[in-house]
C-alpha cells in the first residue's frame, strides 16, 4: 500500500485542547498546542484519506487537502461535532486533549474578586468521546491517545482496554516532549503488541502513525 495506504478511506482527526468557560473572559483549558493533531490529519491526507478535522481553539493553519474543518470550543461541542463526523467514518484519531470537567453553571457576568473569601467553583463530568463511540455498534477504528507524567505503559494499556480502543498512542509529558514541543515519541499499543515509534518531529511521527494504523485496520477489519 506504500505512501497512500488510506487511499479510500475516511478519517475524523480531533486536535488542541478544549476551554471550558467559567464566565465571559475565564475558562479552564490545557496546553495542547494541536501540532501532534493537525500532524495526523496532514499525513492521512497525504495517504489518500478524505480528512475531517474537528479543532478546538489552537493557532494553526489548516492542513492542505483537508475535506472539512470544524472549529469547536467546549468538549461539549467537541463530542458532538465528532460524534456526527464519525457516523461515516473508516477511522477516528482522537488526537484532542478533551477537558474531563466544565463548570456546572457559566456565569453571564465577570466574576468578582471575594476580598480573602475562598471561590468555589462546582465541575461536572464530560462525556468521553471514545467511550461514546467504541458503546456504538458499529463503529471506526478507533485511536486514542494517552499523555502521561508516569507509569505510561500501565496507564496507556489501561485506558486500551476501558475505552474499547483498537489502538493507543502513549506519551511521557514533561522533558522537553510533548505538550507545545515540536518532537515527540510514542509508543504504539494494540491488543496482542506494541510498537516504540522514538524521538522525531511530530510531522515525520505522525507518518509513522499512520502507517500503523493502516497497518492494523487491514490486520484486524480487512
Ligand atoms: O483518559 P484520558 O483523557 O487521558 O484519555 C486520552 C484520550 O481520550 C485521548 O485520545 C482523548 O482525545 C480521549 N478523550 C475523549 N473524550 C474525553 C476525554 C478524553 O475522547 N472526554
Redo the contacts with the bound molecule.
Keep these: 500500500f506504500g505512501d497512500r495506504c488510506l487511499a479510500g478511506f475516511k478519517v475524523v482527526v480531533?486536535a488542541g485542547p478544549t476551554y471550558e468557560d467559567i464566565d465571559p473572559v475565564r475558562f479552564i483549558g490545557n496546553r495542547s498546542s494541536g501540532q501532534m493533531g493537525f500532524a495526523v490529519a496532514a499525513a492521512a491526507v497525504a495517504a489518500g484519506a478524505e480528512v475531517t478535522l474537528v479543532a478546538g481553539p489552537v493557532s494553526l493553519a489548516t492542513p492542505a487537502g483537508l475535506h472539512r474543518r470544524v472549529d469547536v470550543r467546549s468538549?461539549a461541542q467537541?463530542?458532538a461535532a465528532?460524534l456526527e463526523a464519525a457516523t461515516h467514518a473508516d477511522v477516528y484519531?482522537?488526537?484532542?486533549?478533551?477537558?474531563?470537567y466544565r463548570p456546572q453553571e457559566v456565569s453571564a457576568q465577570k466574576l468578582k474578586k471575594r476580598d480573602g473569601g475562598e471561590l468555589v467553583l462546582h465541575l461536572d463530568e464530560?462525556?468521553?468521546?471514545?467511550?461514546?463511540?467504541s458503546a456504538q455498534t458499529a463503529h471506526p477504528f478507533l485511536?486514542?491517545?494517552?499523555?502521561?507524567t508516569h507509569d505510561v505503559a500501565t496507564?496507556a494499556q489501561g485506558?486500551l482496554r476501558h475505552?474499547g480502543l483498537d489502538m493507543?498512542?502513549a506519551n511521557q509529558v514533561g522533558g522537553g516532549l510533548g505538550f507545545e514541543a515540536a518532537d515527540n515519541a510514542l509508543t504504539l499499543y494494540w491488543a496482542d503488541g506494541s510498537v516504540e515509534l522514538p524521538r522525531v518531529a511530530k510531522t515525520e511521527l505522525a507518518r509513522q502513525l499512520i502507517a500503523r494504523v493502516a497497518e492494523r485496520y487491514r490486520a484486524t477489519r480487512a
Design positions: 480531533s468538549a467537541m463530542h465528532v484519531i482522537g488526537a484532542a486533549a478533551v477537558g474531563d464530560n462525556p468521553d468521546i471514545l467511550a461514546s463511540l485511536v486514542g491517545f494517552a499523555a502521561e496507564y485506558k475505552k493507543i498512542a
